[in-house]
């Protein structure tokens, strides 16, 4: 994943990708709060590599609001 000049390795298990570091969350959340695009490489099972560009508009609102939410 490359978020601006950030640049994250991941793992993925079943549905979901997460960081082989856990000190590189919060990197990743302030670069995710902070870009305005992200960029996933990968590779599927068959060797295929794919790319995919998605917006983060809205991301910093988003997280806020889960923060809200969960703050009991």
């Given at each position: 994943?490359?978020?601006g000049?950030?640049k994250?390795?991941?793992?993925t298990?079943?549905?979901?990708?997460?960081?082989?570091?856990?000190?590189?969350?919060?990197?990743?959340?302030?670069?995710?709060?902070?870009?305005?695009?992200?960029?996933?490489?990968?590779?599927?099972?068959?060797?295929?590599?794919?790319?995919?560009?998605?917006?983060?508009?809205?991301?910093?609102?988003?997280?806020?609001?889960i923060?809200?939410?969960?703050?009991?």
């Open positions: 994943m490359t978020i000049s950030d994250f390795e991941l793992f298990k079943d549905e979901g990708a997460f960081v082989e570091k856990t000190e590189d969350e919060a990197k990743l959340v302030g670069a995710l709060k902070a870009g305005s695009s992200m960029t996933i490489q990968g590779r599927s099972a068959r060797g295929t590599n794919t790319s995919d560009n998605y917006s983060l508009s809205g991301t910093t609102d988003a997280l806020e609001r923060a809200k939410e969960c703050s009991g």
